[in-house]
T-cell receptor
Framework: DGGITQSPKYLFRKEGQNVTLSCEQNLNHDAMYWYRQDPGQGLRLIYYSQIVNDFQKGDIAEGYSVSREKKESFPLTVTSAQKNPTAFYLC????????????FGQGTRLTVV | AQKVTQAQTEISVVEKEDVTLDCVYETRDTTYYLFWYKQPPSGELVFLIRRNSFDEQNEISGRYSWNFQKSTSSFNFTITASQVVDSAVYFCALKDSGAGSYQLTFGKGTKLSVIP
């Protein structure tokens, strides 16, 4: 079945550590997105990528980094520079045309311990 | 810049009541696309409906209907005869090409609780 797979579902990070969240899709979508969700804040865009080897910062990119070496994969690294990383992270993908909906993964809940 | 506002933070209704979720958006583009998504407790967002900016015809799909009014930049979503399974957070979203690429912007969501 086609879809988006995020892993792990739960992730614990010690302060000062970098962690990488995985996002893989087999929908052959061009564009991929990372969102952060905090209670009462909705979904805020961290990074997005329209094609391989290209990506743009979203509204809250500081403290995060991404790569897009393959069409299917868009990993997100939460660096030690991100001061408040505890949140729910959602990955999405869509066709690179405007009128198509995005498909979402099941999310990764990151907690700093 | 794109912006989506969902003024209702939480709504509670009794089962079988109708409920309307409000959405107001801002964009400089003349062509854009609006979406509603549902987020159940499991966390994954599920696509519900889509509307193009050049098509203001309002439609009904089962228990769902939507009212798109370009003049007021609103895209409201109605659930008829609500059910307990409708309890979730609902997000309105806007996609346009203002930055030369398609950025998908979400509102803060409305939490709907349907009480049996």
């Amino acid at each position: 079945d086609g879809g988006i797979t995020q892993s792990p579902k739960y992730l614990f990070r010690k302060e000062g550590q970098n962690v990488t969240l995985s996002c893989e899709q087999n929908l052959n979508h061009d564009a991929m997105y990372w969102y952060r969700q905090d209670p009462g804040q909705g979904l805020r865009l961290i990074y997005y990528s329209q094609i391989v080897n290209d990506f743009q910062k979203g509204d809250i990119a500081e403290g995060y980094s991404v790569s897009r070496e393959k069409k299917e994969s868009f990993p997100l690294t939460v660096t030690s520079a991100q001061k408040n990383p505890t949140a729910f992270y959602l990955c999405a993908s869509t066709w690179r045309v405007a009128n198509t909906e995005a498909f979402f993964g099941q999310g990764t809940r990151l907690t700093v311990v | 810049a794109q912006k989506v506002t969902q003024a209702q933070t939480e709504i509670s209704v009794v089962e079988k009541e109708d409920v309307t979720l409000d959405c107001v958006y801002e964009t400089r583009d003349t062509t854009y696309y609006l979406f509603w998504y549902k987020q159940p407790p499991s966390g994954e967002l599920v696509f519900l409906i889509r509307r193009n900016s050049f098509d203001e015809q309002n439609e009904i799909s089962g228990r769902y209907s939507w009212n798109f009014q370009k003049s007021t930049s609103s895209f409201n979503f109605t659930i008829t005869a609500s059910q307990v399974v409708d309890s979730a957070v609902y997000f309105c979203a806007l996609k346009d090409s203002g930055a030369g690429s398609y950025q998908l912007t979400f509102g803060k969501g409305t939490k709907l609780s349907v009480i049996p």
